[in-house]
């Protein structure tokens, strides 16, 4: 009995110590992090001259000389901070300008020392830095890194730095094909690395579009939103009928986004497409296109199985001015089951809208839904809403 509870205190007493062991370390790493949060502040204060400097002289014919004396290795760290930071924000001849004075002061060279350094933190810090610095030969080590490193916040800072240092398309598709092979949902993440590329962005999405790898294909879909791709057209087109479900439903976002005219016969095939996420994305894109004829389409598209089909389609509907409106009346009062509420949420969030618009041209589109809107009901949503749909609570399903 004695010597159980003997144990019992000498388990307690290990545990007190290592909580006290915890603590002093934390107490020890906060210290540290302040007293390296002054140090940084002392030599960007130090070097504000250097600084204001390079800023005023990154657009005149001079060439900018580096800091004179000595530099301490945290003196160096602040520069080379201050430079990536302009690299990001400036174009053209001023980025030049910094990324020679990164490979003048050995900013390059030292971090792709660090890339082989057995500490792993130290390697992925060098890895942003070479990135930050547009470090060209440091691509086939920074492969060689995310090639052996598992699917985390690290391979997205790696993935990063290879695009910003990439002077091959190759390299870029390598990248992402090795970013997509962890089997995660992160096509949109990829797209975003894919813009941050010197290279010739358009070209580099166009040959992605002909790629046999469909994730590849849906990355370069993804990223064309916002970008002016016109020869990607055709390639559009084909797209559009692909096999995968995926690539197929950003195909048609692009393809209605950049297709004002339209076909009655391409637009009610897309709508009838076996996956949800076709349909939706087509319902989605025929209230922005402002095709008015599609509306028998969209109400159609009210009683579709799929909720994100239903809600996009009297989004749609909502947005195609007092034909649409009226077409979500209709289904408010005669339709049935899903289509009947998810037509009464739309209309209850439109007309939750009155007094919040301030150009008079959406007063007069909130007016003449109104108009439409007394027509059937003839009082006032809050009440009316209620009554049609007979019980209360959540339409949004």
Not at 170 to 195: N, P, T
Request: charged share 25%; hydrophobic share 45%.
């Amino acid at each position: 009995m004695f010597s159980n509870l003997a144990l019992a205190y000498g388990f307690i007493y290990v545990c007190l110590g290592l909580i006290a062991a915890g603590i002093i370390v934390l107490f020890y790493m906060k210290i540290k992090h302040n007293a390296e949060q002054r140090e940084m502040e002392h030599y960007a204060a130090k070097h504000h001259d250097y600084f204001v400097y390079v800023q005023a002289h990154l657009h005149d014919d001079i060439k900018l000389e580096l800091p004179p004396g000595k530099l301490t290795r945290a003196e160096r760290r602040v520069i080379q901070a201050k430079f990536i930071e302009w690299i990001e924000q400036f174009k053209g001849e001023a980025r030049e300008k910094l990324l020679h004075l990164c490979r003048e002061a050995g900013f390059v060279e030292e971090d792709l020392r660090a890339l082989s350094s057995p500490r792993k933190g130290r390697r992925i810090e060098a890895a942003y830095r070479l990135g930050g610095m547009r470090a060209e030969e440091a691509v086939p080590q920074l492969q060689q890194l995310m090639n052996r490193t598992r699917y985390g916040p690290q391979t997205i800072i790696l993935a990063r730095a290879i695009a910003k240092s990439a002077n091959e398309q190759r390299q870029i598709r390598e990248m992402l094909s090795r970013l997509l092979s962890y089997g995660k949902a992160i096509h949109h993440m990829a797209a975003d690395i894919l813009l941050e590329t010197r290279l010739d962005a358009p070209s580099l999405m166009r040959k992605l579009l002909d790629d046999q790898d469909p994730g590849l294909v849906k990355v370069a879909l993804v990223a064309m939103w916002g970008q002016a791709v016109p020869a990607a057209v055709p390639t559009l087109n084909r797209l559009v009928g692909s096999e995968e479900k995926d690539v197929r439903a950003e195909a048609v976002k692009l393809y209605l986004g950049s297709n004002p005219a339209l076909k009655d016969d391409t637009i009610a095939a897309l709508m009838r497409d076996h996956a949800w996420e076709v349909r939706a994305a087509a319902a989605k894109a025929l209230g922005r296109l402002h095709a008015a004829g599609s509306i028998p389409l969209l109400a159609e598209a009210l009683k579709d199985e799929n909720w994100h089909v239903r809600n996009n389609s009297a989004e749609s509907l909502a947005m195609l001015g007092e034909q649409g409106f009226e077409t979500l009346c209709q289904a408010a009062l005669t339709g049935t089951g899903p289509a009947r509420e998810t037509a009464l949420y739309r209309i209850e969030r439109i007309m939750a809208k009155e007094g919040d618009h301030e150009e008079v041209e959406q007063m007069v589109a909130f007016n003449k839904k109104k108009l439409v809107y007394d027509r059937y009901f003839g009082i006032q949503p809050s009440k009316r809403i209620g009554t049609v749909a007979g019980v209360g609570g959540d339409y949004t399903a």
